[in-house]
């Protein structure tokens, strides 16, 4: 698995499961990746000082912090896409790491195939959220700037407004039909690149989370929801309405 450039795709596991590190290791190496498997968290923010991957495959319950927290500190200072790796299905925990930035989540009895589908999947939407765009640039409506070129979304003040990689996905494709309502269906296959479930909540999530950075107030003006469809996108606010999110 190689980027547009024919570099190998670098991949970081974070797991305390030893046998669980080695079958996945050995599984994406053949499959053209290279492959750091960690198991020390310690470790972990020690190697992240040197050099970052194009992706984390993150487990959810290592021994002595939870993935959760581990994907907290991440998020302080990284931007790389994370797989959640999961002993269970329980949808709290998939709404919180949503919420902080993780772009997928399975759990580990997944096959090794399939987790490489989920990592093929989240990489490629990553770099085509990065790469210039011919039908979205820069966007200068009501002084907010959301430059898709180099993902980057500025407020008014000129503060970027910190989006996951999920997030900028999600605003781009709402972006792309301005004034339009998007499906769930659509929002869900577009970002996460994989068959739409009506009983998956991410889209809703990942809305909810968008908008508490973008609206300036608690009744939705910016991102509107278009029952039964999904969600339209109305334009960024006048700056005169921007409440007070500091630079973060």
């Known amino acids: 698995m190689k980027s547009d450039s024919g570099e190998a795709t670098k ?67 990284y931007e790389f896409p994370c797989i959640i790796i999961t002993g269970n299905s329980d949808p709290m925990d998939r709404i919180v790491n949503l919420e902080l930035g993780a772009d997928d989540e399975c759990e580990k009895t997944t096959s090794p195939r399939e987790i490489l589908a989920r990592i093929r ?9 990065v790469a210039p765009a011919q039908a979205v640039a820069t966007s200068n409506v009501g002084e907010w700037r959301f430059h898709v070129a180099r993902r980057e979304l500025r407020r008014p003040n000129g503060a970027i407004c910190p989006l996951t990689t999920a997030e900028f996905a999600m605003l781009r494709v709402l972006y792309e039909s301005v004034g339009e309502p998007v499906s769930r269906a659509v929002l869900f296959e ?5 068959r739409y479930d009506p009983m998956d909540r991410a889209v809703d999530t990942l809305i909810r989370k968008l908008r508490t950075k973008i609206e300036p107030g608690t009744e939705p003006t910016v991102i509107k929801t278009i029952r039964p469809i999904g969600y339209a996108f109305m334009g960024f606010p006048e700056q005169d309405s921007l409440p007070d999110h500091g630079g973060g």
């Open 11 to 77: 991949v970081i596991i974070l797991d305390d499961d030893p046998a669980f590190c080695d079958a996945m290791k050995t599984y994406l190496e053949v499959n053209g990746c290279q492959v750091e498997a960690i198991q020390d968290v310690n470790h972990f923010f020690q190697i992240l000082q040197l050099r970052v991957p194009d992706i984390l495959i993150l487990d959810q319950r290592l021994d002595t912090i939870s993935g959760t927290d581990v994907l907290k500190t991440v998020r302080q200072k």
């Open 190 to 194: 577009s970002v996460f690149g994989r």
């Open 121 to 129: 999947a989240v990489v490629r939407r990553n770099r085509m959220a």
